[in-house]
């Protein structure tokens, strides 16, 4: 049984690898799978495939990971045609997604084609960017150059000759050069700001700054770094300056063309609010004013002090001047003192009172609490109590 089952197996491995695994021609159009009437070709996988991120095609790249694709493509469609079965094509929670991605392509379709792709970055504007930012197109001073690299002076130095001598620099940096990171290329390097290294070599800041002083094509006089001797032929030397123009403008035009497009898009957008009469209620979502009245009764009414609170807070901000507003400043200190024990924020409300509303007839009242909040209640004693006569 197990024998059989390895047969199956390798079988089913090498139909994947006959099927899927390059076919070419006619081979493309062959039936890979089936689900009912739908069927799949080796042409089907493959564009499958291709929608696909390229991390995630690498995982089926195999001729056995193009046999799994094909099975999760059966499937994908054996639920498909079951959910339609069942009644699910019409079902309110898949129409109203299917409308939502309709409505989010075709908006998306729409700016694209439309909007952002008719807008262009005026010329005088890329040249007045290019001028007002000059700083963010400097560049330093560059060179590239081809070197050997050796263990002592004395190869430094007879590497020099062999060149001198017309043999190509190239051919001697492959030949003799102890740098891994430049001796296939024939000890050519990359091109080297001033006071970068060249740390495959482990070439000093100072070292890339005294090539400088040489010239182009001129072969140096064995130079020695951290990591040994060179000689050095400089290949290119660029002085420090602005980036030109044409170098940039196709950067300057990517960080404008978002803001022009974004102007046009409102643009557009009044002109379509016009067009298709749109209309806000201005009105909509404001937050209803309550009276006087109904918040001092509301206020009265809630059990909870900081529902009391809340509401007779919004009284003194609605109707600072209102009938209540000093009665409503008391019962917020007389609240926190009483029922909050924060004595502190009481004392505050208090004070506020005696200084917003000096001639309410709660003065006093609050003026005793401020002194007397907090205290004991003195106990209660029989002799103060007189005997009528």
């Given at each position: 049984m197990v024998k059989r089952i390895l047969l199956i197996t390798a079988v089913g491995v090498i139909m994947a690898t006959l099927l899927l695994g390059g076919c070419g021609g006619k081979g493309r159009d062959k039936v890979v799978g089936r689900v009912g009437s739908v069927e799949f070709t080796v042409a089907d996988v493959d564009r499958r495939l291709a929608e696909l991120p390229p991390h995630v095609q690498q995982q089926f790249a195999s001729p056995e990971g193009k046999r799994d694709f094909l099975d999760r493509l059966v499937e994908e469609e054996v639920m498909f045609q079951a959910a339609r079965r069942a009644g699910y094509e019409t079902h309110p929670?898949?129409?109203?997604?299917?409308?939502?991605?309709?409505?989010?392509?075709?908006?998306?379709?729409?700016?694209?084609?439309?909007?952002?792709?008719?807008?262009?970055?005026?010329?005088?504007?890329?040249?007045?960017?290019?001028?007002?930012?000059?700083?963010?197109?400097?560049?330093?001073?560059?060179?590239?150059?081809?070197?050997?690299?050796?263990?002592?002076?004395?190869?430094?130095?007879a590497a020099r000759a062999r060149v001198?001598?017309?043999?190509?620099?190239?051919?001697?940096?492959?030949?003799?050069?102890?740098?891994?990171?430049?001796?296939?290329?024939?000890?050519?390097?990359?091109?080297?700001?001033?006071?970068d290294a060249l740390l495959s070599a482990g070439m000093s800041p100072e070292f890339i700054e005294g090539l400088f002083d040489l010239k182009v094509g001129e072969v140096s006089d064995p130079l020695r770094s951290d990591k040994g001797w060179h000689i050095v032929r400089l290949e290119e030397k660029q002085e420090a300056g602005t980036k030109p123009l044409a170098d940039v403008r196709d950067q300057?035009?990517?960080?404008?063309?978002?803001?022009?497009?974004?102007?046009?898009y409102e643009v557009v957008l009044e002109d379509l609010k016009q067009k298709l009469k749109a209309s806000v209620d201005e009105e909509a979502?404001?937050?209803?004013?309550?009276?006087?009245?109904?918040?001092?009764?509301?206020?009265?009414?809630?059990?909870?002090?900081?529902?009391?609170?809340?509401?007779?807070?919004?009284l003194i901000l609605s109707y600072?001047?209102?009938?209540?507003?000093?009665?409503?400043?008391?019962?917020?200190?007389?609240?926190?003192?009483?029922?909050?024990?924060?004595?502190?924020?009481a004392r505050n409300a208090f004070e506020?009172?005696?200084?917003?509303?000096?001639?309410?007839?709660?003065?006093?009242?609050?003026?005793?609490?401020?002194?007397?909040m907090g205290k004991e209640t003195p106990p209660f004693d029989d002799s103060d109590i007189v005997a009528p006569g």
């Open positions: 929670d898949v129409t109203r997604a299917v409308e939502g991605v309709k409505r989010r392509t075709m908006i998306q379709a729409y700016y694209s084609a439309d909007i952002e792709s008719v807008v262009e970055v005026p010329e005088e504007e890329v040249v007045a960017y290019y001028e007002e930012h000059d700083e963010q197109f400097q560049m330093r001073a560059r060179v590239k150059f081809r070197h050997v690299m050796t263990n002592t002076r004395d190869e430094a130095a001198l001598a017309g043999e190509d620099f190239a051919s001697v940096a492959r030949d003799v050069s102890i740098d891994p990171g430049t001796r296939e290329a024939g000890g050519l390097t990359r091109p080297i700001a001033l006071g300057i035009v990517r960080s404008l063309a978002p803001i022009k497009t974004r102007e046009y979502f404001q937050p209803q004013t309550r009276s006087e009245e109904e918040l001092f009764t509301l206020a009265q009414d809630a059990e909870e002090p900081i529902k009391r609170l809340g509401y007779y807070g919004e600072p001047d209102g009938e209540h507003a000093d009665e409503a400043q008391f019962m917020i200190g007389f609240i926190q003192a009483e029922e909050l024990g924060n004595y502190d924020a506020r009172l005696l200084e917003e509303y000096p001639d309410s007839e709660l003065k006093d009242s609050a003026n005793w609490m401020i002194e007397n």
